[in-house]
Each structure stands twice: as C-alpha cells, then as structure tokens.
C-alpha cells in the first residue's frame, strides 16, 4: 500500500503544482482545499505527511494544525507549512509552535520540497516497518501463548492419563506380585513352582515396563528430584546382585561385582538412582549372553577432599553390538536392532532413562562393543564421602521393632489380603478400614503407631483421613504422633507430594516388596524425641 500525503490549499493550481513536483514519488496524494476538509481527511486516512498552505479561508494552516494536535491521530504527524505571505522570521517561529516540522516560502523550490518530503518518507516507511515487525512479533507471542497454554493443557492431561493408567494397572499388580511371593513361600511341587516362577516374573516384567514409562515421563517433564543422602555403596551393589543373580544363575552366565578399597566406606548421593541405572545396565548384560559372563567393576578415578568421581562397568561377553546399533542406544523406545526387540523384548526406555539420569547427576555414560564379542556399558557420576559408618546405618535398617499397633487403610480386598500376609511374614497383624472415615474413627480408639494409608478410598480419601488424624492428634494431645505411610498405587511425583503435604511421613507405591516395607516398620518403631 503505497505511502498517503495530504495536501492542503485553497487555489487549485497550487495543488496541481504540489502533485507535479512530487509526481517522481511512488505515493498517494489526496487533495483538500480547506482546514476543515483537511480535518475531515485526518481523520478517515492515515497520512505519511501533510503539507498544509497557511493562508486560507475560514480555518487558516495554523488554527488547522492547532485542532490536528488535539486529535490523537494526527497528534504527531509531520506536517510542512507552505505560504506565499507570512516569510518573517516570526510567522517562522510561530508556524514551528504550532507544531510544524517545517516552513517552506512560496514559490517552492522544488529540490528543497522534494528532499523534505524524501526524509519524511523514509522516515515513515521506518515507522511502518517497525509498526509491522511489532505487530507481527505480536501475533507471534499470541501464538507462542496459545501454544504454551496447549502444550500445558496438553502435559497435564498426559499426567492425568499416566496417573490413572499407572494405578490401575498397579492395583492388580499389587496382587498378583504380591500373593505370588507370598506363594513362593509356601510348599509346592516342581511343576507348581515352575507355573508360580513364570506368573512372578510376567508380573514383575509388567511393573518394569510400566515404572519405565512413568520415569520417562517423569524425567520429560523435569519432575525428577535427586536426593543427597548418606548411603553404603558396598550395601548398595551388594543388594542388586542378590536380586539378580537369581536371574544370571537361570542363563547359566559367571556373575561376579569388584568394587576399589579406595572408594570411602559410606558416600553421600542418590542411591535409588544409582541403584535404578545398575539394575538396568545389569539386566541388559544379562539379558543379551548365554553361558557367559557379565563383571561389574566401580573404581576410584578422582578424588579431592571429600569430592570423588567414580567408574562404575559393566562387562559381558554377550551378543555384542553393531555400529549402526550404537546410534540407536540410549534413545527413547530404541533397539539397537528391530531383530533384538522381537527376539529378548522390551521398551527400549531403560538405556535412554539410565542416560538422562547420569546426566542429572553430572556424569557420563557410554559404550564399548563389538558384535559377537561382548560390551562394556560405563558410566562416571560424582559423589561425596559421608562421615558416618556404614555398619551402624546397616545395623538400624535391620531393626525391625517386636510390636507396633498397625491400621491398615485400604479398601480393595485383594490388596488387604496381600497387606496383611506380608505383615503376617514380620509377625504383625493389622486392623483394617475400607476407607477413610472408618480409618480415622478406628484412629480415634486406639491411637495406632503405624498408619498405612491407601490415597483413593471411598467416603473420604487416605489425604482427608490423615489431615483428620493429624488434627485431632493436636487437639487431644495424644504425645508421639502416629507414623503415617501411604500405600498406594499412584505413583507420581506430585502424589507423593500431595501426600507428605497431608501430614504422611512416608511413600510406598504399589506394588510394594518385603524390603520396602521392613524398612517402614523399622522407621515406625524407632524411638521418637
């Protein structure tokens, strides 16, 4: 759209003339032979500049200008004064008062007008540009709006979908997982325990898929939280090779850890974290080599201070893997080969969370490998040594006190069953309420010292339950306060907050092993201050 300029006089010549010397111009001239009519036009068009003649009938170019300046859209137009009369100094100045950018004696000479003109112009096309680069950053930050709040819209109803699907599948988990290890236990023939085997490990193979896509969520939407907490790595890897050598024994693979009599006895990070990335390396290792070996390694490359870095390897002589297979490790739902993935399984989640959480912590990690001769999967994270001795931390885990008073909230009957035979394994037994309101009036009765409290419940919810018992343990003055776990299916970070924020000391989710639950009774029986 081609730049407007008005132009104001009361002789048609004159505007003949205007047109004529600024005809070289690629713009639009619209002619008005009054104040009046030149007001009129300021108003319905938006101008680049006008060049008003002062002496005029009616309305004169200065009384003109005056009503221009009180409007907001000609307050700052540039406007150039023309006139054959008023040449002294002071129709100048008054011209420039007025609000004129300039004043141009008649007859116009027309190099002077035309440079005039060919600044205002510019500067004009300036302003538009600049208008258009605003209005167009505008629209992009409009958009950028729009497509944060869908994007948000978009994650929440993602976490909402995770959540529900995570507890429902959790909840019959709970019970299959469970009622199987407790059948374990129990006397059965070769052909039973085969059939109980295959059904624990399906199970536990499910639970794995699904914790894989909860940490990946978890890890995508930046809700991964590392503790800083006192921990045995001795204790540590000895616990995972117990879990799963088992599993190296049924592959007929030599497994064996070493861990350097340089690294501190007790170190302060994540165990769990680190635990979760051995687990999954481990399984890997195993899991791709037959009648072979797999070797953990950690050793001490660096130490300053109190400051470490440590190497942890893992080492088999499995299948090994191509170059082109390479490129696709540690990559979301990637095999590094489609062969591998219809062959041994999986989501292809594990290396890629193994990686995202070496990188939280400040780490490497990486691969050696060749086909057919086995790899080597390594990772180097920092950590810190913890002054406290890891005998005396061992020795408390292992405290599971001789009595507790235990109300088990829960109100899926399978996941009572489960609950109360495993309580059953440390020689407790449990009360039980089918949901809240029953949890808090049995509370009321007989002050229990451990609470394990299921979120979703009828009636009133394990949060409303515990903020009910918290309450009322103020109010009666009931001296040690219970020690309030939930135990639950929901597995999301913001639930275990929601949960602590309630008044609970602990979070398990389901399914929930042995361990998991010696180590929260061991917590309820401790002496409180």
Not at 112 to 137: H, T
Not at 315 to 328: P, V
Not at 479 to 486: E, L, S
Request: hydrophobic letters at 40%; aromatic letters at 6%; proline letters at 3%.
């Amino acid at each position: 759209m081609k730049p407007k300029i008005l132009i104001v006089d009361d002789l048609l010549e004159n505007l003949i003339s205007l047109e004529a010397i600024l005809e070289d111009f690629d713009i639009e001239m619209v002619r008005a032979i009054s104040g009046e009519e030149a007001l009129k036009y300021s108003l319905k068009d938006d101008f680049a500049l006008a060049i008003l003649d002062v002496q005029m009938p009616g309305m004169n170019g200065y009384e003109t200008l005056e009503m221009m300046r009180q409007r907001k859209k000609t307050r700052y137009l540039p406007v150039i004064f023309v006139s054959a009369i008023h040449q002294s100094d002071l129709n100048i100045i008054k011209g420039i008062e007025t609000g004129a950018v300039d004043f141009i004696p008649k007859p116009i000479i027309p190099d002077i007008l035309k440079g005039k003109v060919q600044v205002f112009l510019d500067l004009y096309l300036q302003r538009e540009k600049l208008r258009y680069l605003l209005a167009e950053m505008e629209e992009t930050n409009l958009n950028l709006k729009i497509a944060k709040s869908n994007a948000e819209v978009a994650s929440r109803t993602k976490s909402m979908f995770l959540a529900n699907m995570t507890h429902e599948i959790r909840t019959p988990l709970n019970g299959v997982i469970g009622l199987s290890k407790l059948l374990q236990k129990t006397p059965l023939n070769s052909d039973q325990q085969e059939l109980l085997d295959i059904i624990t490990t399906s199970g536990e193979n499910l639970l794995q898929i699904v914790n894989d896509i909860l940490d990946f969520s978890k890890i995508e939407s930046g809700q991964i939280q590392l503790e800083n907490i006192n921990f045995d790595l001795r204790y540590l890897l000895n616990n995972v090779y117990q879990l799963l050598k088992l599993k190296a024994d049924e592959n007929g693979i030599d497994f064996a850890y070493h861990i350097s009599n340089d690294i501190p006895e007790m170190l302060i990070g994540d165990p769990l974290r680190i635990s979760q990335i051995l687990m999954n390396l481990i399984n890997n290792a195993i899991k791709f080599t037959q009648l072979g070996r797999v070797d953990i390694n950690i050793d001490l490359i660096e130490k300053n201070g109190d400051s470490m870095r440590l190497f942890f390897s893992i080492k088999d002589s499995g299948i090994g893997i191509s170059d082109e297979g390479k490129l696709l490790l540690f990559k979301e739902f990637s095999q590094s080969e489609n062969s591998i993935s219809r062959k041994y399984g999986g989501t292809g989640l594990g290396l890629a969370i193994s990686k995202n959480l070496v990188n939280l912590m400040g780490g490497e990690i990486g691969v050696e490998s060749e086909v057919g001769k086995g790899s080597e999967f390594w990772f180097r994270i920092p950590l810190k040594e913890a002054k406290v001795s890891g005998q005396k931390l061992n020795d408390i885990t292992q405290q599971v006190p001789d009595r507790l008073s235990i109300l088990l909230a829960e109100d899926n009957l399978i996941n009572q069953k489960v609950a109360k035979l495993t309580l059953k394994q440390f020689g407790f037994g449990c009360d039980i309420a089918c949901n809240g309101s029953e949890a808090f009036e049995l509370f009321k009765i007989n002050n229990y010292d451990l609470v394990l409290m299921d979120m979703q419940m009828p009636v009133i919810d394990g949060l409303q339950a515990t903020e009910m018992i918290r309450t009322y343990e103020k109010q009666q003055m009931t001296g040690v306060p219970a020690y309030i776990v939930a135990l639950t299916a929901n597995a999301m970070a913001e639930d275990k907050q929601r949960c602590l924020a309630s008044g609970m000391n602990n979070f398990l989710s389901k399914p929930f092993s042995e361990f998991d639950l010696r180590r929260v009774l061991v917590e309820a029986g401790k002496p409180k201050p």
